[in-house]
């Protein structure tokens, strides 16, 4: 057993509202600068719909993330070989239009203009070229229009669905979305690492926060090809790649993360997961039926004395330990069952949990009239507007029954609640929600908690900071990259 520990994240879909307040305020700290104008490092898009980068999703097109090959896992399209092959031309790169050019107003015109007939104008110039450009796509361009068949039917994701399930979706009265907030996911096995030639990217000893030292990217972009969630981006002033840092400076010094301080739905939620390196081979060459199941089995409990003992052999702080059994994050993933990694079959072992959207059973349109009539909020999961498999294909590797296993106990506990607060429905039938569920009434009471109450310092724990590891992990990192790379790397320096 090689227990190390790792920040995870939880984002709850049922609660976000798609304002955007974590993009921008990520943004505003990071890449609000010269060369970084396209880049969200955290970005919200609209499901159904094509994401950004356009079909970030589609790997035939992207060539990112693992694929299985045997008994091993091997980069798709940027190992060492196949990274060589297109060092010099990558097709499998998205380009600035799948982005989209990034634009301003030209405002000093409102003040500056001599008077005239007409009002003043401030038209939109690229912030790449400085021309005058007419925007024709932006980081989240089909906001809220996402459900409306001009990008949902775009999807890759309703490939799954049959013809009749798709019209279904698109009918006026089924219109259905649900705002997606991504970042990066900090992965156990991550494709941006293992794809870069001069081991400028690494993953962090003490917290596993994935970071890409500047000073040594030489520009290559295989990361970016690699990681198949695209949120490694190429910074075209500074010609040096970039990605989330999950905010670190702030981490250090017990701040949350700038994206989930500000999230005015309070849909996210971060906290320590110890896990078994060693299981890192064995979940990401899983049949894919398997993945989601074996990636819960890599994390450790933290309350086990095994565990306990073992973690303090590896030199994992008690603060840590602490943090990993008040983990918020641990409650959603393995005690409760109710959040799912985002696409396990890139293999990349995500650290970002989803909790599905639980999505109102539909009503239907009769003599061209809104009608509720045959349909209550109760109904059950599989009369959701979502089809099960547009879910499955996104959180569980195409696996529909853990899809409605998670949905159903987010029913539960609705119902449950619904009848302690309001009363329309019985105990009896709270009752059997929950057993069907296999909840408890004090397991319910817990999530209704957590999801609806809970303060700042309950939704983020973080541990005390320990640096005087991270330099320790740092080296690790670079023997390991120097025997398996390119050998490009460069003699490393002190406390970086
Ligand atoms: S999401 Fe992408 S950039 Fe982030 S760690 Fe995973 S592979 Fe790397
Ligand atoms: S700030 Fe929170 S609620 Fe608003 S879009 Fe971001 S994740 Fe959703």
Redesign the pocket.
Known sequence: MNIRSQIAMV?HLD?????????I?CKNIWTDRKGAEYMWW?N?ETKPGTGYPRKWEEQEIYRGGWEKGGDHARLRGAGKVKGLGVIFHNTNMPVIDNYYEPWTYQYNKLFDSPEGDDQPTAEPVSQITGERITPVAGPNWDDDLGGSPLYARKDSGLAGLSEAEQEALFRLDRMVMF?L?RICNHCLNPACIAACPSGALYKRGEDGIVLLNQKRCRAWRLCITACPYKKVYYNWKTGKSEKCILCYPRVETGQFPA?MH???????YLGVMLYDADQIEKVATSPDSDLVRNQLGIYLDPNDPEVIIKARIAGIPDSTMEAARNSPVRKFIIDWGLALPIHPEFRTIPNLFYVPPLLPSPAAVTDGKYDNTGSTLWDPVESSRLPMQYLAGIFTAGDVDLIRETLAKLMAVRIYRRSVNVGDISKSEAEEALNRARYTSETADAVFRLTSLAGFRERFVIPPTHREEAIEAYEETRIRKENAGFGFIEKPERGL
């Not at 609660?15 to 993009?23: A, E, M, R």
């Not at 500000?262 to 996210?268: A, F, K, P, W």
């Open positions: 984002f609660k976000c509202i798609g304002c955007h307040t974590c993009s305020a955290n919200v705002y907030p994206c500000t999230c005015v739905g309070r849909i996210r």
